[in-house]
């Protein structure tokens, strides 16, 4: 299996090394043919130029043929009949090249390992000489020999420097991919504090970022099943020790008939389903980290606490106000939490209040206030201390941590006397469509 850097290396490799070969290839042909173009016209020029200066009659009146002094000393230059017999200067004795000339018209073929040209000299009555003009072969091939060296060799720097780029670009892309990988192991570890480090790659930063998010979350889950784990126990103590109490009462009860007996376990029946409703609440709270986007009823919410708190505070001896709620603003809670929340300041105005409790429902503009109170003294000191564990109880501490999970806030308006708790729960927005804004302060 192949990593990513390699895979993006030979990637860029092999397209800058194709590109090349696909320029290189045409350009090498087309210089090799321009070369031998190239040492043609040049010879045919010297021909040319020696042609002008034979007589026709060369060879049967004794003349003679200069050859000019600026001709190249890797040329050849011969005088030859039209049948391919060297008359003069240089040149194989017999030449199939010069033989060609008959016809009038210049000539270029390789012959002997040069490079020869014949150009007819001109005569009135028909072609009878010709000029072979020749270099050696070797010279026209190592002029494109070189030239192919140079391309090859600037080929090669930019295959190499391709390479380089493709390195440091295979590490660049790779980087980002490494770093996420490791802190997806660290959150595979139980670390959820996890932050990828910001790259240059628009798709590596977003996937980071939904690491991070994911990291959030599944630690928030965590912690809420944890502190569920503790608080849950505190939150169910007080009504499964009274539906026990309730029936050891009744089956001790010598007087205790079958209509008593009846209505105890009627009684802890709906107690039970009380409990198993609580329970399955907590559970769904303890996992649910988004604000809920249903709007809060307020005012059925008021009916339910009123139906499960009355008899229990009838059965101290004590009151339990709960007027009517005023118009209110809409607002985005879950029923579930804040029924939570009311239970756990009613737990603690019943164990730890006197006198009349009451539940208060405000408008705020801003939002909603739910206040409950009792004529108990109160506590002193720090207000905050109140959410303490070992000071409120891990029942306060758990409202607390609910009213946030919804956005909102659970403070101490009053300590003491006449304690009076506060949830603050902020309006929605009419844009609202996920999560609300900042509680009221």
Do not use: C, K
């Not at 017999?85 to 012959?111: C, F």
């Not at 990291?215 to 608080?231: I, K, M, N, P, Q």
């Amino acid at each position: 299996m192949t990593t990513l850097r390699a895979r993006i290396r030979a990637s860029i490799v092999g397209v800058a090394a194709g590109a090349v070969a696909l320029f290189a290839l045409p350009l090498g042909y087309a210089l090799a043919a321009g070369y031998d173009s190239e040492a043609v016209i040049a010879l045919q020029r010297d021909a040319a130029r020696v042609a002008a200066t034979v007589s026709d009659s060369f060879g049967t009146d004794g003349s003679t043929v200069e050859l000019p002094p600026d001709l190249p000393a890797s040329v050849t230059v011969g005088v030859y009949r039209v049948d391919g017999v060297r008359l003069a200067h240089g040149g194989p004795e017999r030449s199939l090249v010069a033989a060609a000339a008959a016809d009038a018209h210049l000539h270029h073929a390789i012959e002997d390992g040069q490079l020869a040209v014949v150009a007819p000299v001109p005569s009135d009555g028909g072609v009878t000489l010709a000029v072979r003009a020749a270099e050696p072969y070797r010279i026209v091939q190592w002029r494109t020999v070189r030239a192919w060296g140079l391309m090859a060799a600037s080929g090669l720097l930019v295959v190499g420097l391709a390479a380089l780029l493709a390195r440091r670009q295979a590490a660049r892309i790779a980087r980002p991919l490494q770093e996420l990988t490791a802190s997806a192991r660290a959150l595979g570890d139980g670390d959820f504090t996890i932050r990828a480090a910001p790259s240059d790659l628009e798709e590596a930063d977003a996937a980071g970022r939904a690491l991070e998010a994911t990291a959030r979350r599944l630690g928030t889950v965590l912690d809420r099943e944890r502190a569920f784990s503790a608080d849950v126990s505190h939150q169910l103590r007080t009504p499964l020790t009274a539906l026990l109490l309730a029936l050891e009462s009744a089956l001790r009860d010598p007087r205790a008939n079958r209509d008593r007996l009846r209505a105890a376990a009627q009684s802890a029946l709906r107690r039970a389903e009380q409990l198993h409703e609580t329970v399955e609440e907590l559970f769904d709270l303890a996992r649910d980290t988004h604000v809920s986007a249903e709007p809060l009823d307020v005012a059925g919410l008021l009916t339910g606490v009123r139906e499960r708190w009355h008899g229990e505070f009838a059965a101290r001896g004590r009151r339990l106000d709960l007027p009517d709620p005023p118009p209110l603003p809409p607002v985005h809670a879950s029923n579930a939490a804040v029924r939570q929340i009311l239970d756990v300041l009613l737990t603690n105005a019943l164990r730890h209040g006197a006198g009349t409790a009451t539940v208060a429902v405000a408008d705020l503009a801003a939002g909603v206030s739910i206040e409950v109170g009792d004529e108990g003294p109160g506590f002193g000191g720090d207000p905050e201390r109140a959410f303490a564990r070992r000071v409120g109880g891990i029942g306060l501490s758990l409202a607390r941590s609910l009213a946030e999970a919804e956005g909102g806030r659970l403070v101490v308006r009053r300590a003491a006397p006449r304690p009076v708790f506060s949830l603050l729960l902020a309006a929605a927005e009419p844009s609202r469509t996920d999560s609300p804004g900042p509680g009221p302060s």
